[in-house]
């Protein structure tokens, strides 16, 4: 089992920037993959941005450039430095933990949080 906390989500007017946190209850290196999934209701939780146990990382196309996804592994943490926001950046944003220990893979979920970005 992961437990996933995350934190950071607020209102934000457009250009600016937010932090999100994700603090989970094991080891990270124990998990294959960490990511950030954003949903907006009426639509499908679609992939923000994902770090592999190795450290690669992979963003969705409308992101690029301006996320970014680390970690502290001392902390077992991951984080998602949004810059340059825009209002289509608004949604309840989610943290996942994914082991692979069998077919399929264990997915884990954070409680979300909302980010906004006004116009």
């Known amino acids: 089992q992961v437990q996933l906390v995350e934190s950071g989500g607020g209102l934000v007017q457009a250009g600016g920037s937010l932090r999100l946190s994700c603090a989970a209850s094991r080891s990270i290196f124990s998990i294959n993959a960490m990511g950030w999934y954003r949903q907006v209701p009426g639509k499908q939780r679609e992939l923000v941005a994902v770090?592999?146990?190795?450290?690669?990382?992979n963003y969705a196309d409308s992101v690029k450039g301006r996320f970014t996804i680390s970690r502290d592994s001392a902390k077992n943490t991951v984080y998602l430095q949004m810059n340059s926001l825009k209002p289509e950046d608004t949604a309840v944003y989610y943290c996942?933990?994914?082991?692979?220990?069998?077919?399929?893979?264990?997915?884990?979920w954070g409680q979300g949080t909302q980010v906004t970005v006004s116009s």
């Open positions: 996942n933990a994914r082991r692979e220990l069998g077919t399929p893979p264990s997915d884990y």
């Open positions: 770090i592999s146990r190795g450290g690669s990382t």
